[in-house]
């Protein structure tokens, strides 16, 4: 059974760091892309930032500079180190895990950021 479980949201003033954690079960994160989402209250899903399996790295344009996507393949989990956080950057954030045909979504962490 796949599971991604995230942690590291939290509430952080404006300027301020957090550092979300996706970890893997069931899965070999090495052998597939991976991807963190937000979506804000009233807006849709986004997405923020992307690894592949090959290690190509994107991000949205939103968070270029501040964002950094990585992965730990000992660990079997994905991080995303968010610096320089704005209020516009508050969302419930998720992980997903994809290869081919299957996708697979962690149960998502609150990321709250006050002005």
């Known amino acids: 059974q796949v599971q991604l479980v995230a942690s590291g949201g939290g509430l952080v003033q404006a300027g301020g760091s957090l550092r979300l954690s996706c970890a893997a079960s069931?899965?070999?994160?090495?052998?597939?892309?991976m991807a963190w989402y937000r979506q804000a209250p009233g807006k849709r899903r986004e997405l923020v930032a992307s690894?592949?399996?090959?290690?190509?790295?994107t991000y949205v344009d939103s968070v270029k500079g501040r964002f950094t996507i990585s992965r730990d393949n000992a660990k079997n989990t994905v991080y995303l180190q968010m610096n320089n956080l704005k209020p516009e950057d508050t969302a419930v954030y998720y992980c997903?895990?994809?290869?081919?045909?299957?996708?697979?979504w962690g149960q998502g962490t609150q990321v709250t950021v006050s002005s």
């Open positions: 069931g899965i070999a994160l090495r052998n597939n892309h």
């Open positions: 690894i592949t399996a090959a290690s190509s790295i």
């Open positions: 997903k895990a994809y290869r081919n045909l299957h996708s697979y």
